[in-house]
Antibody, heavy 115, light 107 residues
Framework: QGQLHQWGAGLLKPSETLSLSCSVP????????STWIRQSPGKGLEWIGE???????NYNPALSSRVTISVDTSKKQLSLTLNSVTAADTAVYYC?????????WGQGTLVSVSS | DIQMTQSPSSLSASIGDTVTITCRAS??????LAWFQHKPGKAPKSLIF???SLQNGVTSNFSGSGSGTDFTLTISSLQPDDFATYYC?????????FGGGTTIEIK
């Protein structure tokens, strides 16, 4: 299993936009389904959404109005954008990829939302 | 959404024990079931896909079984590195939902 590398702003104010990126050292997301998952403090894992190997997207209905997942094939980067964040979006965010099931994970990025 | 229910939510075990975790889906998911290990502050680790297939590099003391709605993860001969929280996830239907987790603690 490989580890993905992720980065992005870790401290946001309410109503701002969360933006995270993810890459595969020495690899790419081509041919894979790529996913974002988060874990709020003290809670379990929550599936945010995925972009399939063919470029289609599927989102958690609870977040679908605010979330966008994309892949920049030229930069070999996976991205997550979450608009209008609130304190409830405070969590560790993980990127992941696999052929159907998830195989590889990023190291996680803590995003805190506070005024 | 498909609800995934894990039991127990936590258990205590000793080195060398064999433990079994159960995951139940609210509707049939064939074998579209994965298991993950998660330790605090670390990236989750993928253990099993398609209910019973080991991911690359996962030791054979981990095994999975089941299909339809009922699944199990068995860890034989527990090692110190195995104390962690384990999650199941269905990937048959969107959204791909997780179970609530099972934490294995040292007795």
């Amino acid at each position: 299993q490989g580890q993905l590398h992720q980065w992005g702003a870790g401290l946001l104010k309410p109503s701002e936009t969360l933006s995270l990126s993810c890459s595969v050292p020495g690899g790419s997301f081509s041919g894979y389904s790529s996913t974002w998952i988060r874990q709020s403090p003290g809670k379990g894992l929550e599936w945010i959404g995925e972009i399939t190997h063919s470029g289609g997207t599927n989102y958690n209905p609870a977040l679908s109005s605010r979330v966008t997942i994309s892949v920049d094939t030229s930069k070999k980067q996976l991205s997550l954008t979450l608009n209008s964040v609130t304190a409830a979006d405070t969590a560790v965010y993980y990127c992941a990829r696999g052929w159907a099931a998830i195989a590889d994970w990023g190291q996680g990025t803590l995003v805190s939302v506070s005024s | 959404d498909i609800q995934m229910t894990q039991s127990p939510s936590s258990l205590s075990a000793s080195i060398g024990d064999t433990v079994t975790i159960t995951c139940r889906a609210s509707q049939g998911i064939n074998k579209f079931l994965a298991w993950f290990q998660h330790k605090p502050g670390k990236a989750p680790k993928s253990l099993i896909f398609a209910a019973s297939s080991l991911q690359n590099g996962v030791t054979s003391n981990f095994s999975g079984s089941g299909s339809g709605t009922d699944f199990t993860l068995t860890i034989s001969s527990l090692q110190p590195d195995d104390f962690a929280t384990y999650y199941c996830q269905q990937y048959k239907t969107y959204p791909h939902t997780f179970g609530g987790g099972t934490t294995i603690e040292i007795k």
